[in-house]
């Protein structure tokens, strides 16, 4: 396999994301597989409420979550080694096969439970190696003035996902059934695959190392980075001390190769690579800080709210419209800006802002007071999660970037939900005041540990 060092210099700036066609083309491929994702699980949650009780759909719907948790780090591993290009083509074809099976055996038959919880598993599974490859194509896309503009791009393309593919997975069980809504979202799946393999992909400029001894980076042909543990050591042979020593029979002794490079390896160095990060490591802290204080008041936390205080479906809806209105805002202010200045310390203040509002939400009067407070939320929330996001972007060494976007997606994905049963037992014990005012407290220690943190805290996104 032949082998090219990728030089450390950085690339010269490009076009501007919103008008590169490859990166619209990324793009397109991206929401289509957001939108036939929305469309599955609203499929999934139908059938499993059709063919069993309340609580078997429930663990239906969960099921997926375990092997996403336990497997991401693994998937992380796959996409630095794979490429995250191969990676996110191969999961986007494995889901579109697996939900169109479904869909056919539907149209046919009624398998009951067993085949939901399966496809419930394999989707968990594939999404294990497709969310870390996902994180880390932005990198091999466009160049890195342009990530944050990506970050935002992506934020919106996530925000036009939610909003339609929850009505077109409805209008599919309307006009058909399970089976339809799922085909549905097998076919929007698949026209992320044609896309993808359309996108030209580009050699990465190695990331922002404040603190990191990177390795350099090794790329096949391809440009897909090779194992990291093979670099070869750069010897000086005019050196008399550099010689090869002899062998007993005295001819030059085979040069020692190399310790062959593993996945175990490669999970230890990226785990090392962040830990030794002096700004990806207190940003990942931060993000988990920021996600374990405002999932559960802003799932199942809301819903608890709005009955108490009697503000009914309608008022929750519209207080769930104006978070995402608000999220919806702070996206699309980056993709516009491209960067902002001051990036670590606006996001720390964004997020200390934002869990003030979280806390307040407990005690607003009515429910027009409670939409101006979550769109705040929505606002200030989203612009940290979109600046944290492209800090991770722009400070990661792409030979890392599907390590350091498992271990952040763990945390979002695998330890943020299970604040949400004690979220809910907690409001039970206490109410929803002190409730929502703790969570406030943990999403804020999340911005005094990026304020507290001079590298974080002096951090800037590419210009």
Do not use: K
Request: hydrophobic share 55%; charged share 15%.
């Amino acid at each position: 396999m032949t082998t090219t060092v990728i030089p450390p210099a950085a690339q010269a700036p490009g076009r501007a994301a919103h008008r590169d066609g490859n990166v619209l083309r990324w793009l397109g491929a991206y929401t289509a597989s957001m939108i036939g994702d929305n469309v599955f699980y609203i499929a999934l949650s139908w059938a499993a409420v059709q063919s069993g009780t309340p609580s078997q759909a429930g663990l239906v719907m969960a099921v997926s979550a375990v092997p996403r948790a336990l497997l991401m780090l693994g998937g992380g591993v796959v996409a630095d080694r794979f490429g995250p290009r191969r990676v996110v083509i191969g999961s986007d074809a494995v889901r579109c096969a697996a939900v169109l099976t479904v869909a056919a055996l539907l149209f046919v038959t009624s398998p009951g439970l067993w085949l939901l919880a399966l496809l419930a598993v394999v989707f968990g599974i594939v999404d294990a190696v497709f969310m870390p490859a996902v994180g880390a194509l932005p990198a091999r896309v466009t160049g890195r003035d342009q990530l944050a503009r990506v970050q935002g791009m992506r934020g919106l393309a996530v925000r036009f996902a939610n909003v339609v593919g929850a009505p077109l997975g409805g209008l599919g069980v309307a006009l058909g059934g399970s089976a339809t809504a799922f085909a549905l979202a097998g076919l929007l799946i698949a026209v992320s695959v044609p896309l993808l393999i359309s996108v030209r992909m580009r050699e990465p400029a190695p990331g922002v190392a404040d603190g990191a001894n990177t390795p350099d980076v090794v790329a096949d042909a391809d440009g897909t980075p090779g194992d990291l543990g093979a670099v070869p050591a750069r010897v000086d042979e005019s050196a008399p001390d550099a010689r090869v020593p002899d062998g007993e029979d005295g001819a030059a002794a085979a040069p020692e190769q190399p310790a062959r490079a593993t996945a175990w390896r490669d999970l230890r160095d990226g785990l090392r690579y962040i830990r030794g990060h002096r700004v990806l490591a207190p940003l990942i802290v931060t993000i988990a800080l920021g996600d374990l204080g405002f999932v559960g008041p802003l799932n199942v936390g809301l819903a608890l709210l709005a009955d108490r205080r009697g503000w009914g479906a309608s008022g929750m809806g519209l207080v769930v419209a104006a978070f995402g209105a608000g999220a919806g805002a702070a996206a699309l202010l980056l993709a516009w800006r491209g960067t902002l200045p001051r990036a670590g310390s606006a996001g720390a203040a964004a997020l200390l802002g934002g869990s003030v509002a979280i806390g307040a939400l407990a005690y607003v009067p009515g429910v027009g007071a409670a939409v101006g407070v979550a769109l705040a939320i929505g606002l200030l929330a989203g612009l940290s999660g979109a600046l944290c996001g492209a800090l991770l972007q722009t400070q990661s060494d792409p030979a890392y970037l599907g390590r350091v976007t498992a271990v952040a997606g763990i945390v979002s994905l695998g330890l943020a939900p299970l604040s949400m049963p004690l979220t809910a037992a907690a409001i039970g014990w206490w109410g929803t005041g002190p409730v929502f005012v703790g969570s406030a407290v943990v999403c804020g220690l999340g911005g005094v540990v990026a304020l507290g943190v001079r590298d974080l805290r002096r951090a800037e996104l590419p210009r």
